[in-house]
C-alpha cells in the first residue's frame, strides 16, 4: 500500500496499492520533489473514468514502470471532483499547448508545480502515432537531467503566459434583447436538426442550453426555441444515452445517433436533465417528459442514495462481463440471444420494441436498448412485463462500481431537482430525498463560519475547501427548497452561502468571480471560468443564485452582483453560446424580472393555499421565486403586509417593484405567470 491508503477518495483508493509511491496533492510532495531534484508527475483523473483504469491497469499496476517512477519521479495523483481547482488550473495549461485536454491528464511539473510538458493517456507501447507511457518518461528525465535550465524556462514561460490571460468581462452591462437573439440564432446554426442536439460526435446532453432555450419560449414565445429543446429531449429519451430499463441518463454519446454510450452514469447529468424534462412538461404537458423526469428521480433515489441521505457521484462505466473481465457497458447491452433466455416467446417483441438486432449496435454483436419506433406501437402492459423482466435479470449481473463521495455542487443541483419534481408530479418522497440531501450539506459540510466542503464520505467530511460552484450549486437547491415546502431556514442558509460569495469569490472592482476563494490554497493561478462544461460554471450558477436571492429579499448589493457577473454572459453569449447556456437562462430571467410571487392563507396545509402555491410552482415565467405561508409569517420577506382577500387565501405577483392586484385564482394566476 502507498500513502492514498489514508485518503477517503474512492478514485485515489483505487491507486492505494498500486507499485507507484504515489503522494497526494500536498505541500509535502512538492518539498519531497524539492529536497529530491526530482520533477513531478501529476495525474488527475475520476473513479467512473474509463480510460482512467485503463492506464491504471496498463502502467501504474506496472512493476517495471512503477520502478522508473518511483526511481525518476514525485508522483501525485489526484481527484478531479474532489479538487476542481488543481484540475482546472493544469487543464487549462494542457488545452493552450495541445489544443484538447481529457483524463486521464498527464502533467510533468517542476518542484514549484510550474507545469511544462503535458498530455492526458499514454498508452503501453506506441499507438496511432502516440508515444508509449515509458517513452515520455524517459524523454522528460532526460530533458529534466540534461536541459535543466531549459526545462525552467519552459515552466516560467508556461506561468507567465496563463497569468496573461484574461477574460473578457463587460462590467455591469449584462445581455439585453439583442444578445439574446444572436445567442439563439447561433444555436440554430449548430443544431442538429435530424438527430437534435447542437454539433457532432461525441455529443453531450445540452442540459444548460436547453434550460435557457425553454425560458426564452416563455418569455417571447419563440416558437423554433422550443422545438430544439423538444426535439433534442425526445431524441435522447429514445436513444442509448439513456438507460431504457432503469431510468437515468449516460454521460455522452459516442456518436451523433445518441445510440452508443459512454456509460458512466454522473450525478450532475442526471440532476439537470431531471429538472429539464420537469420544465419541459411544465410547459408543455409532454407525457414523454413526465415519464422521463419521474425515472430520472427515482433512479438518483434508488441507485445514487448514500445511507447518510446524500448522492453518490457516479456509477462506472465498466463491470466484470461475467467472465471475471471488467468491460465498459458490459452491464446494459444484450443480444437477441441473451432475450430469449429471459424472456423466451416475448424476446422477438423486446428485440422489435428495444433495437435489439443480431448485428448489435455495440460491440460484438450486443445492442444498447432504445426507443427506436414510437410509443404505442407495442402491448404497453406486455411491454411493463418484459421491462421488469429484463430489469430483473439486469440486476443479477455484476453491477457497475460507485463512487461513493458526496459532492456538495452536485449534491446541490439534486436538490433543486428533486424538490421541483416531486412538486410537480404530487410526489412528496422526493421532496423528502430533497430535504434530506439539504440536511446532510448543512449538518456535515458547513462550519460554524458557513464555510463549506467540498466533499463528504460516510458522512465524515473531507479535507478540502468547496470551490464557487459548491456555494452555487448548494444555494439554488437550497432556494428551490425554501420555494416547494415554504420553510424560510432554506433561505436563511442560500444567504450565508451567497454572501460569501460576495466576499470570498468576487473581484470589488469588476464584478468578475474567481472560482476559489480569496483565502483558498494558492495555486499557479487562481482559476476563473465562466463556461459551462458538464454543469454550470460557478460563475454563471453564481449570478443565478444571486439573482433569486435578490428577488426573494430585494437585496440590491445581490441583483447588482448578479447585473455584473452576467457581463460577461453579454460578450460570450452571442459568440459561442453552447458554452454558457446557464448564463443565457440567468440573463433570460433578469430580463423577465424575475418575477416574485407571494402566496399568502390561513395554515400551508389549507387545501386553497395549496392550488395557489401549486399553481405558482407551476408558473413558466423564468426564474420566478415563490415564497408560501400565514400572513403573520415572517420566514420570507415576500409575505411582508401581504393580507388575506376577504378572508380568502391570495397570491401577489411582483416585477420591478410593481405589483399586480392580488388573485385568489388560481387560473388567474397562471394566466399572470405564463403570459408573456
Not at 450525478?267 to 425515472?295: I, K, M, P, Q
Not at 431537482?417 to 410526489?427: M, P, Q
Request: hydrophobic share 40%; aromatic share 8%; net charge negative.
Amino acid at each position: 500500500m502507498n500513502r492514498l491508503a489514508h485518503e477517503t477518495s474512492p478514485y485515489l483508493l483505487q491507486h492505494a496499492d498500486n507499485p507507484v509511491d504515489w503522494w497526494p496533492w500536498s505541500a509535502e510532495a512538492f518539498d519531497e520533489a524539492r529536497k529530491a531534484g526530482k520533477p513531478v508527475l501529476l495525474s488527475v483523473g475520476y473513479s467512473s473514468c474509463h480510460w482512467c483504469h485503463v492506464m491504471a491497469h496498463e502502467s501504474f499496476e506496472d512493476r517495471a514502470t512503477a520502478d522508473y517512477l518511483n526511481q525518476h519521479f514525485v508522483s501525485v495523483k489526484v481527484d478531479r471532483e474532489e479538487r476542481p481547482d488543481v484540475d482546472a488550473v493544469y487543464m487549462e495549461a494542457v488545452q493552450a499547448a495541445t489544443g484538447h485536454g481529457g483524463w486521464p491528464m498527464t502533467v510533468f511539473l517542476t518542484p514549484d508545480a510550474e507545469p511544462f510538458y503535458f498530455g492526458t493517456y499514454f498508452p503501453p507501447e506506441p499507438r496511432h502515432g502516440m508515444p508509449s507511457f515509458r517513452q515520455v518518461l524517459e524523454g522528460v528525465q532526460q530533458a529534466w537531467t540534461t536541459r535543466h535550465d531549459e526545462v525552467a524556462e519552459v515552466a516560467g514561460k508556461i506561468v507567465r503566459d496563463l497569468a496573461q490571460r484574461e477574460i473578457s468581462h463587460q462590467g455591469d452591462r449584462a445581455p439585453g434583447e439583442q444578445e439574446l437573439a444572436q445567442a439563439l440564432l447561433g444555436l440554430t446554426r449548430e443544431y442538429d436538426a435530424q438527430r437534435g442536439g447542437f454539433g457532432g460526435a461525441p455529443k453531450f446532453p445540452p442540459s444548460m442550453v436547453l434550460e435557457f432555450l425553454l425560458r426564452h419560449h416563455a418569455r417571447t414565445g419563440a416558437e423554433g426555441a422550443l422545438q430544439m429543446a423538444q426535439d433534442t429531449c425526445e431524441r435522447m429519451a429514445r436513444g442509448g444515452i439513456y438507460d431504457q430499463l432503469g431510468g437515468g441518463f449516460a454521460r455522452y454519446s459516442v456518436d451523433r445517433d445518441w445510440t452508443v454510450p459512454h456509460f458512466e452514469k454522473m450525478l450532475y447529468d442526471n440532476a439537470l436533465l431531471c429538472r429539464v424534462y420537469a420544465h419541459l412538461w411544465r410547459s408543455t404537458g409532454s407525457d414523454l417528459a413526465r415519464r422521463v423526469a419521474l425515472e430520472t428521480a427515482d433512479f438518483l433515489v434508488g441507485e445514487l442514495r448514500t445511507s447518510e441521505g446524500g448522492f453518490a457521484s457516479a456509477l462506472d462505466a465498466d463491470s466484470d462481463d461475467g467472465t471475471g473481465r471488467h468491460v465498459e457497458g458490459a452491464y446494459y447491452v444484450w443480444t437477441p440471444q441473451q432475450l430469449r433466455e429471459v424472456l423466451g416467446a416475448d424476446a422477438e417483441l423486446a428485440a422489435r420494441h428495444f433495437g435489439v438486432t443480431e448485428e448489435g449496435t455495440f460491440e460484438q454483436g450486443q445492442s444498447v436498448l432504445q426507443l427506436p419506433q414510437d410509443e404505442g406501437v407495442s402491448d404497453a402492459e406486455k411491454v411493463a412485463s418484459v421491462k421488469g423482466r429484463l430489469l430483473a435479470a439486469r440486476a443479477r449481473r455484476p453491477a457497475p462500481g460507485r463512487d461513493d463521495k458526496v459532492v456538495a455542487a452536485w449534491n446541490g443541483l439534486a436538490v433543486a431537482a428533486l424538490a421541483e419534481t416531486g412538486a410537480y408530479f404530487d410526489r412528496p418522497d422526493l421532496v423528502e430525498a430533497a430535504l434530506a440531501a439539504a440536511d446532510l450539506l448543512v449538518r456535515v459540510h458547513l462550519d460554524e463560519h458557513a464555510h463549506l466542503a467540498r466533499t463528504s464520505k460516510d458522512g465524515r467530511v473531507g479535507p478540502n475547501a468547496g470551490v464557487l460552484e459548491d456555494y452555487a450549486d448548494v444555494a439554488e437547491g437550497f432556494l428551490a427548497l425554501a420555494s416547494v415546502t415554504g420553510e424560510g431556514v432554506w433561505l436563511d442558509f442560500a444567504g450565508l452561502l451567497l454572501d460569501h460569495v460576495l466576499d470570498r469569490f468576487t473581484d470589488p472592482e469588476t464584478g468578475a468571480l474567481y472560482d476559489t476563494a480569496s483565502d483558498a490554497e494558492k495555486l499557479i493561478r487562481r482559476p476563473q471560468d465562466p463556461t459551462d462544461n458538464a454543469a454550470p460554471s460557478g460563475w454563471t450558477a453564481a449570478a443565478g443564485a444571486l439573482l433569486g436571492y435578490a428577488a426573494h429579499t430585494g437585496s440590491q448589493a445581490h441583483r447588482t452582483a448578479a447585473e455584473r457577473a452576467l457581463g460577461v454572459v453579454k460578450t460570450l453569449g452571442p459568440r459561442v453560446p453552447r458554452f454558457v447556456g446557464w448564463g443565457l437562462a440567468v440573463a433570460e430571467a433578469l430580463l423577465d424580472g424575475p418575477k416574485e410571487v407571494a402566496v399568502v392563507g390561513p395554515s400551508r396545509t389549507d387545501e386553497r393555499t395549496g392550488a395557489l402555491h401549486r399553481t405558482a410552482l407551476l408558473g413558466t415565467a423564468p426564474g420566478a421565486v415563490v415564497a408560501v405561508g400565514t400572513t403573520d409569517s415572517d420566514e420570507f420577506p415576500l409575505l411582508a403586509d401581504r393580507p388575506l382577500v376577504a378572508g380568502e387565501p391570495a397570491a401577489y405577483v411582483c416585477r420591478h417593484f410593481t405589483c399586480d392586484a392580488p388573485t385568489t385564482d388560481p387560473e388567474r394566476l397562471r394566466a399572470t405567470l405564463n403570459g408573456r
